[in-house]
């Protein structure tokens, strides 16, 4: 089927090995259900809108995150950000609040908070010049003699628009932009220099200072003999290159490996996608709200975003939207986070095949009756037309299937959303014989997945 990849199949689960946080969950429906095979044990968000965090003490490989059995409809969006930013600390203090007595002024004043900042918050100061001589903010650091520094700050034009600089006032070096051309000028120990944009008019400003030696360098910024203003936010501070900004309070501010905020973009950012291939099927019995969450009878649905290409995560923050949610709160019971391997040929044959566990009986006057049962489905994947290699690998992945679930997507990425959504199973190698037999036969069995 044209634009349609070869199946995909998540063997190794890293959301087991990380920390799990949610922004909200109801009673005891808990973020650690997502990380159960046990379907009927789910994590409940309070409402519509919920984050999902996972974090690694080590990196992991990410190509794949996914919620095989979930409550959301067709409108839902899924935002997936991955980060594998180390540990860094800015220096600075009171780093989005200028008007602290940390921030020493010359010739400045910063009258008032003034607008929004880049994360969305009213927390924007204008840095005031009067006119005087050269007007500025800064603070004192210590500084170590061979260790290179980015510094960093959120500028945007007010009432001046002219050349705004970054300064270390001690060793004498500068990074200057001019705020109408943007034109960048680097000099003395600033090198590296880099300005980018943000919404609103916003830049963020940075460069790396090197220290003449060891000792407290006076870092500030502004540097203009003018009467009027610019506004500020969030300055930084820290060893190393350039990475996400991360505020201080009353003392620098750590951000810890993998951390990953509310606003700002990191090594991939989906941007707000559809989660699901298609809404839940409504079983008969069930109204669509009950059939949304019907896990064990066929309803549900299964949200996935396949990553472009495999990113290295130390962090991932996954946000949910799903305002026409049918049952008011988002739900979910199982999550899946990691690699996935793909062979170069698709399955020659790869039918799912529904089970349905109801029981045909006849009375005694030999009408027929049903004990109704619960569905799991069932995917028998043909590896007889698999190059050789790829059949090696794909067993070679199955051994340990029959403890360790796999996510399987027959068609992902399809642009038929249900043929997705039919056609991806969450479940174990259902028989010990396919990978128990000689490894020639191997190449020309069906191995089957059988839903969890």
């Known amino acids: 089927m044209a634009g349609v990849n070869n199946m995909r199949v998540v063997a190794d689960n890293a959301a087991d090995r990380a920390t799990l946080t949610a922004s909200s969950s109801a009673g005891a429906l808990?973020?650690?259900?997502?990380?159960?095979?046990?379907?009927?044990?789910?994590?409940?968000?309070?409402?519509?809108?919920?984050?999902?965090?996972?974090?690694?003490?080590?990196?992991?490989?990410?190509?794949?995150?996914?919620?095989?059995?979930?409550?959301?409809s067709p409108t839902a969006t899924m935002r997936v950000r991955v980060t594998n930013e180390a540990q860094v600390t800015n220096l600075f203090t009171y780093s989005d609040q200028f008007d602290n007595v940390a921030w020493s002024k010359t010739r400045a004043t910063t009258p008032s908070t003034n607008g929004l900042a880049p994360d969305g918050t009213n927390t924007a100061e204008t840095l005031q010049g009067d006119g005087t001589g050269t007007a500025y903010a800064f603070q004192g650091r210590s500084l170590t003699l061979g260790t290179s520094y980015n510094v960093s700050v959120f500028v945007k034009a007010g009432t001046y628009a002219g050349a705004f600089q970054i300064h270390d006032f001690t060793d004498g070096g500068t990074v200057q932009v001019n705020l109408t051309s943007l034109a960048l000028i680097v000099s003395g120990n600033f090198s590296a220099a880099k300005l980018d944009?943000?919404?609103?008019?916003?830049?963020?400003?940075?460069?790396?200072?090197?220290?003449?030696?060891?000792?407290?360098?006076?870092?500030?910024?502004?540097?203009?003999?003018?009467?009027?203003?610019?506004?500020?936010?969030?300055?930084?501070l820290a060893a190393g290159g350039l990475s996400s900004y991360y505020p201080s309070g009353s003392a620098s501010g750590t951000?810890?490996?993998?951390?990953?905020?509310?606003?700002?973009?990191?090594?991939?950012?989906?941007?707000?996608?559809?989660?699901?291939?298609?809404?839940?099927?409504?079983?008969?019995?069930?109204?669509?709200?009950?059939?949304?969450?019907?896990?064990?009878?066929?309803?549900?649905?299964?949200?996935?975003?396949?990553?472009?290409?495999?990113?290295?995560?130390?962090?991932?923050?996954?946000?949910?939207?799903?305002?026409?949610n049918l049952q008011g709160y988002i739900e979910a019971a199982r999550l899946v986070a990691g690699p996935y391997w793909s062979p170069k040929y698709n399955a020659s044959s790869a039918p799912m095949t529904p089970v349905d566990t109801t029981d045909l009986y006849r009375t005694d006057a030999g009408d027929q009756g049903a004990d109704a049962g619960y569905?799991?489905?069932?995917?028998?994947?043909?590896?007889?037309?698999?190059?050789?290699?790829?059949?090696?690998?794909?067993?070679?992945?199955?051994?340990?299937?029959?403890?360790?679930?796999?996510?399987?997507?027959?068609?992902?990425?399809?642009?038929?959303?249900?043929?997705?959504?039919?056609?991806?199973?969450?479940?174990?190698?259902?028989?010990?014989?396919?990978?128990?037999?000689?490894?020639?036969?191997?190449?020309?069995?069906?191995i089957e997945i059988e839903e969890i």
């Open 30 to 72: 808990v973020q650690a259900n997502l990380l159960t095979d046990t379907k009927s044990d789910v994590w409940r968000a309070s409402g519509t809108s919920a984050r999902l965090t996972l974090i690694w003490v080590g990196a992991e490989t990410i190509g794949c995150v996914a919620l095989p059995f979930c409550n959301l």
């Open 197 to 236: 944009t943000y919404p609103n008019g916003w830049y963020r400003l940075s460069a790396t200072v090197t220290p003449l030696s060891t000792g407290t360098k006076n870092i500030g910024f502004f540097n203009a003999n003018t009467t009027g203003n610019v506004l500020m936010w969030g300055a930084m």
């Open 255 to 324: 951000r810890p490996h993998g951390y990953i905020d509310s606003w700002q973009s990191y090594a991939y950012d989906s941007g707000a996608v559809l989660a699901c291939p298609a809404g839940s099927i409504t079983p008969r019995g069930f109204t669509a709200a009950q059939a949304a969450s019907a896990y064990a009878f066929g309803g549900g649905a299964a949200a996935c975003h396949w990553l472009p290409a495999a990113k290295v995560a130390g962090g991932i923050a996954i946000d949910i939207s799903d305002p026409d």
């Open 375 to 446: 569905i799991y489905r069932r995917l028998p994947i043909d590896l007889s037309l698999m190059p050789a290699a790829d059949r090696a690998a794909f067993v070679n992945i199955l051994r340990n299937s029959r403890a360790y679930p796999l996510l399987v997507s027959v068609f992902p990425g399809s642009a038929d959303l249900a043929l997705e959504r039919d056609n991806m199973v969450y479940g174990r190698r259902s028989k010990n014989s396919e990978v128990a037999i000689q490894y020639a036969l191997s190449y020309s069995t069906t």
